[in-house]
């Protein structure tokens, strides 16, 4: 069973910076489209942000000009910078893999909580 790992979530203050780790051990990284989710209580969890591998990235309008998707094919990692946040974007985020062609093959993290609060 693949099992993305997430690290990085904490307390920060409106307006501060966040960024936010995914290690996917295991599966073959660059047949995999990655993304960032995120969800709070009573809510559907949402896109924040994805990444194809070949490197075309996706925003939610709420992040876009203030969050980055990133990943390092040869690491296996993808990473999520959050700047200018904002109490809204309280919230566990999640990380998916998606495999490009076999839609069966598709992965999520245990979520890392990230809150926005002074």
């Known amino acids: 069973q693949v099992q993305l790992v997430e690290s990085g979530g904490g307390l920060v203050q409106p307006g501060g910076s966040l960024r936010v780790s995914c290690a996917a051990p295991?599966?073959?990284?660059?047949?995999?489209?990655m993304g960032w989710y995120r969800q709070v209580p009573g809510k559907q969890r949402e896109l924040v942000a994805s990444?194809?591998?070949?490197?075309?990235?996706n925003y939610a309008d709420s992040v876009k000009g203030r969050f980055t998707i990133s990943r390092d094919n040869s690491k296996n990692t993808v990473d999520l910078q959050m700047n200018s946040l904002k109490p809204e974007d309280t919230a566990v985020y999640y990380c998916?893999?998606?495999?490009?062609?076999?839609?069966?093959?598709?992965?999520w993290g245990q979520g890392t909580q990230v809150t926005v609060s002074s």
């Open positions: 998916n893999a998606a495999h490009k062609i076999v839609t069966s093959l598709n992965y």
């Open positions: 295991g599966i073959n990284f660059s047949w995999f489209a």
């Open positions: 990444i194809t591998n070949g490197g075309s990235t």
